[in-house]
């Protein structure tokens, strides 16, 4: 599953945070304000529902850069494609 397969028609009716299938989830100290899978429903078998998704960005393409500039990198779920986790990179691409 990924973000683009989510939407209105997945929301819980019963559900007060859906937003297209999506929950607020705060403010991330390295990705910003962030939404997760919303609780009401099992999405993701392969992070429990454990990732994170920015929830202010231009493109994502523009968020990994950003990060990339802060010296950091995004840890990918592979099968929602959410973020798992953040991680320091070195100046020379390798991992700290």
């Known amino acids: 599953m990924s973000l683009i397969d989510l939407g209105a028609h997945l929301a819980a009716d019963n559900c007060?945070?859906?937003?297209?299938?999506m929950?607020?989830?705060g403010n991330h100290p390295d990705l910003?304000?962030?939404l997760s899978l919303c609780?009401?429903?099992?999405?993701c078998d392969e992070?429990?529902?454990a990732s994170l998704?920015?929830?202010?960005?231009e493109t994502l393409d523009d968020r990994i850069n950003e990060m990339l500039d802060d010296g950091l990198?995004?840890?990918w779920c592979s099968a929602c494609m959410g973020v798992t986790a953040v991680i320091p990179v070195t100046n020379?691409?390798?991992i700290r």
């Open 73 to 75: 990198a995004a840890i």
């Open 39 to 43: 609780p009401t429903q099992r999405w």
């Open 32 to 34: 910003g304000l962030v």
């Open 92 to 94: 020379d691409g390798g």
């Open 53 to 57: 998704f920015p929830a202010e960005y």
């Open 23 to 25: 929950s607020p989830a």
């Open 47 to 49: 992070c429990q529902g």
């Open 16 to 21: 007060p945070w859906c937003i297209g299938g």
